[in-house]
């Protein structure tokens, strides 16, 4: 069984470019939800993906953006860097409604924007 | 909108010694409760759950509702429980957690 792969690793972008961020879901979770993790705080949430399709959504703005692929695997886009947008970025993947030990998270992908 | 308080950045303590870290949370509804621990250089990972009351390498967790409380025990410390603590709750289920700030345990020897 696969655990959650989340790439890059690092990466350091200028304000007002774009990223995108990507995430490999464990086998056999059909649903990935992405936190933002400032340094120093908890990490906050950003959306969640089911079926392909955005299933909630926290307190983040529309240039904060993803996709989920039909293998479950997903991306998180950010138009318009802000400096404020530095931070670790987390996925978890899951089995929606059933929450057991397999909510799982990647070791994440820190985001330095200058 | 719910809300979790972690209102310790840092717990020092010594080895065998108790250690409490305080997690208050506000909700509505009723919620699922969590506590999940990252080691350095590891992966967030989950240490317990409310539901399932149990304990995990020594650690307790009693849901107080009245005080909308959620505060990890562990009765003897250990060198190996150092990391970071979240508090976390997710409500209806619905695979969106919302953490606290976090709380550092650092165990002295």
Not at chain 1, 95 to 100: E, I, K, N, Q, R
Not at chain 2, 77 to 87: I, K
Request: include cysteine.
């Amino acid at each position: 069984e696969t655990g959650v792969t989340q790439s890059p690793t690092h990466l350091i972008k200028t304000r007002g470019q774009q990223v995108t961020l990507r995430c490999s879901s464990q086998s056999g979770h059909n649903t990935v939800s992405w936190y933002q993790q400032a340094l120093g705080q908890g990490p906050q949430f950003i959306f969640q993906y089911y079926r392909e399709e955005e299933n909630g959504r926290g307190n983040f703005p529309p240039r904060f953006s993803g996709l989920q692929f039909p293998n479950y695997s997903s991306e998180l886009n950010v138009n318009a860097l802000e400096l404020d947008d530095s931070a670790l970025y987390l996925c978890a993947s899951s089995t929606l409604g059933v929450f057991d030990y397999g909510y799982t998270f990647g070791s994440g992908t820190r985001l330095t924007v200058v | 909108a719910q809300r979790v308080t972690q209102p310790e950045k840092l717990l020092s303590v010594f080895k065998g010694a108790p250690v409490e870290l305080k997690c208050n949370y506000s909700y509505s509804g009723s919620p699922e409760l969590f506590w999940y621990v990252q080691y350095s250089r590891q992966r967030l990972q989950l240490l317990l759950r409310h539901i399932s009351r149990e304990s995990i390498k020594g650690f307790t967790a009693d849901l107080n509702k009245g005080e909308t409380s959620f505060h990890l025990k562990k009765p003897f410390a250990q060198e190996e429980d150092s990391a970071m603590y979240y508090c976390a709750l997710d409500k209806a289920a619905g695979n969106k957690l919302t953490f606290g700030g976090g709380t550092r345990v650092l165990v002295k020897p």
